[in-house]
């Protein structure tokens, strides 16, 4: 599976952006896609999940300004955020597996590249 992130940029505090992220390969049934960021100088981390069914499962600190959502083919899924912080700056990584929610993301068996999100003050 190829997964290719986009959707990044600079953007100011309170703005809203929308990734994308497109896979493509063997996408089999029991796939799952996750988004992940790591900030400058910390770990990456999770922030949430979707699965062929629509299942969504997301980090607790993040289900309030974060949504994925995506088709049921998983070919292209979405992550919005709004508003957004300072703090969410970082790189912006999906990622994929196979089995239940995030269960397939530990660790997940393909990455993308990632796209840079720069929220200023």
């Known amino acids: 599976v190829q997964l290719v992130e986009s959707g990044g940029g600079s953007v100011q505090a309170g703005g809203s952006l929308r990734l994308s992220c497109k896979a493509s390969?063997?996408?089999?049934?029991?796939?799952?896609i996750g988004w992940f960021r790591q900030a400058p100088g910390k770990a990456r981390g999770s922030i949430s999940c979707?699965?062929?069914?629509?299942?969504?499962e997301y980090v607790d600190s993040m289900k309030s300004r974060f949504s994925t959502s995506g088709n049921n083919t998983l070919n292209t899924v979405y992550l919005q955020i709004n508003p957004l912080k300072p703090e969410d700056t970082a790189a912006y990584y999906c990622a994929a597996g196979h089995g239940t929610g995030f269960h397939a993301l530990q660790p997940p068996a393909y990455w993308g590249r990632g796209t840079q999100v720069v929220v200023s003050s």
């Open positions: 979707i699965s062929r069914n629509g299942d969504t």
């Open positions: 390969g063997d996408i089999l049934d029991d796939l799952v």
